[in-house]
């Protein structure tokens, strides 16, 4: 059999084995309740506190600020929509400042509650490379705000927003500021009070950790309608018995992804630096998107000028290499990426997307095949068009 190449780990990764092994006592073993009185939910609860505390170290935060939920996704939802109802209930703001640029799980959230709710979306622009400029925040933050959304780091493109900047100006008008984290937190330091995030979503499978849970730092005292109600679990902030073996494995995948940060850092630039290099160097019509430099350590993605981006991952897959579009789009439906729009690529470019996202088992010589069967594919993909 082929050697296959796992090149997405923007989409998601393995689980680590360190973090298998310190989930399976808790499926069997510790499986108590931990809402219950007695010994066995007792033991559940300090496992469960533990977890808390490691999130919370790793985040910036303190224990009472971390709400555990099922993911990523539901992190940003609870995010979005508790601070948007709470505003409006408290000071009437109704108006959404996000980006075009958002994850699915922060647009279509924003754009339901204009739907259902009566709340207005703001979309801020963004630069070529998908950035925020603080400035434009600053301007857009008038008085009736009820919320700030903007991504810690671009899951298609990779590009690092000046969070602390944005953080700052959001303190200073005094408007709650969310931040979709959830690759970010594979590779930069995370902290909310550095940062000045009021709410940061993270989820654990884009870190070595299971699918199905993640977190959400909330700033104390800041009001947050539940989205789920029932118990009065995770401080009254998202109700339902929490996943503890699930929890366990985030707290553990988090503590090793922040305690290896610096060193796989190091490592992932230098091969993403090489991957980038060979790609642009061997690809005529190809470029780079996102920051060139201001980007996830892990994260290449290109754009081939008229090229089928999605017949070129199925090449590639062929080829034995697993890439990505970078965008939700799925096979059979050339719809050009919205980033890809928003960063002002023209239409001979945007259907021609390419994520190559690198992990802790990424190897240069795959880098090096790879830079070595791309040029043929792509050639391939434009000969049959
Ligand atoms: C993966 C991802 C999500 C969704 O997280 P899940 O845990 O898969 O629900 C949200 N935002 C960004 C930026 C992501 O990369």
């Not at 009001?223 to 029932?230: A, Y």
């Not at 081939?304 to 090449?315: P, T, W």
Request: aromatic share 6%; net charge negative.
């Amino acid at each position: 059999m082929k050697e296959r190449i796992y090149l997405d780990y923007a989409a998601t990764t393995p689980v680590d084995p360190r973090v298998v092994e310190r989930m399976l006592p808790f499926f069997t073993g510790t499986f108590g309740n931990p809402s219950s009185v007695h010994w066995f939910g007792q033991q559940a609860e300090a496992a469960l506190e533990s977890a808390r505390e490691t999130v919370a170290g790793a985040l910036g935060a303190q224990p009472d600020e971390i709400v555990f939920t099922s993911c990523g996704t539901e992190s940003d939802n609870l995010a979005i929509r508790g601070m948007a109802f709470t505003q409006r209930e408290k000071t009437g703001a109704q108006r959404i400042i996000t980006t075009p640029v958002e994850h699915h799980a922060v647009l279509h959230t924003v754009e339901q509650l204009v739907e259902l709710n009566g709340f207005k979306m703001d979309l801020l622009p963004v630069d070529q490379y998908g950035m925020v400029d603080p400035e434009d925040l600053r301007h857009a933050l008038r008085d009736d705000v009820a919320l700030v959304s903007i991504m810690y780091a671009n899951n298609e493109i990779g590009t690092i927003n000046p969070m602390a900047e944005i953080g700052k100006l959001c303190r200073q008008r005094g408007v709650p500021l969310h931040s979709d984290a959830v690759q970010a937190a594979a590779h930069l330091p995370m902290n909310v009070v550095r940062d000045q995030i009021d709410l940061l979503a993270i989820g654990a499978h884009k870190f070595y950790g299971p699918k199905g849970v993640g977190a959400l730092a909330v700033r104390k005292n800041i009001g947050l309608h539940p989205s789920q109600t029932g118990g009065g679990q995770e401080n009254g902030r998202r109700a339902g018995t929490q996943n503890i073996p699930y929890i366990i494995g985030l707290a553990e995948a988090l503590k090793l992804t922040v305690n290896d940060l610096e060193a796989r850092r190091r490592q992932h630039i230098a091969k993403r630096d090489r991957l980038i290099a060979g790609v642009l160097g061997n690809v005529p019509g190809s470029r780079l998107t996102g920051h060139p430099t201001e980007r996830l350590p892990n994260h290449a993605s290109f754009a081939f000028e008229r090229l089928d981006g999605n017949h070129l991952l199925m090449l590639l897959d062929a080829a034995g290499f697993a890439c990505s579009s970078g965008s939700a789009c799925k096979v059979g439906d050339p719809k050009p990426s919205s980033v890809l729009n928003a960063i002002g690529l023209s239409q001979a470019w945007t259907l021609g997307s390419l994520r190559v996202t690198l992990g802790e088992s990424t190897t240069l010589d795959q880098i090096e095949s790879f830079i070595e069967v791309l040029p043929s594919l792509v050639n391939k993909v434009r000969g049959a068009a």
